[in-house]
């Protein structure tokens, strides 16, 4: 391997490390669940999720799996829980 390929590779292996470097800032993708297939984004800090339950509760297991998969890599705005009082449908 070139010298200068191995400074590379060892700087990308501490970058891979440093999960703080890191901002997501647009994501598309497919979540294959349990019961169905379901497309889940996040543009500007906003999840949006096909499944039933993010319609009603603005959150989901797929975002709950996301965020622990992503973890410091979302902005703070992407982090919500299932659990926040923004999460609460008004009735």
């Known amino acids: 391997m070139h ?4 400074g590379k590779v060892e700087k990308a292996n501490r970058y891979a490390r440093e ?3 890191i901002t997501v800032d647009r994501l598309s993708l497919t979540f294959r669940g349990d019961n169905d297939v379901h497309r889940v984004s996040l543009d500007a800090g906003q999840w949006h999720c096909t499944c039933h339950y993010f319609e009603s509760w603005s959150s989901c297991v797929h975002l709950l799996a996301l965020q622990k ?19 609460v449908p008004s009735t």
């Open 19 to 21: 999960l703080d470097r």
């Open 69 to 87: 998969i992503l973890g410091v890599m979302l902005p703070e705005e992407a982090q919500v829980s299932i659990f926040s009082p923004a999460a």
């Open 3 to 6: 010298s200068s390929l191995i």
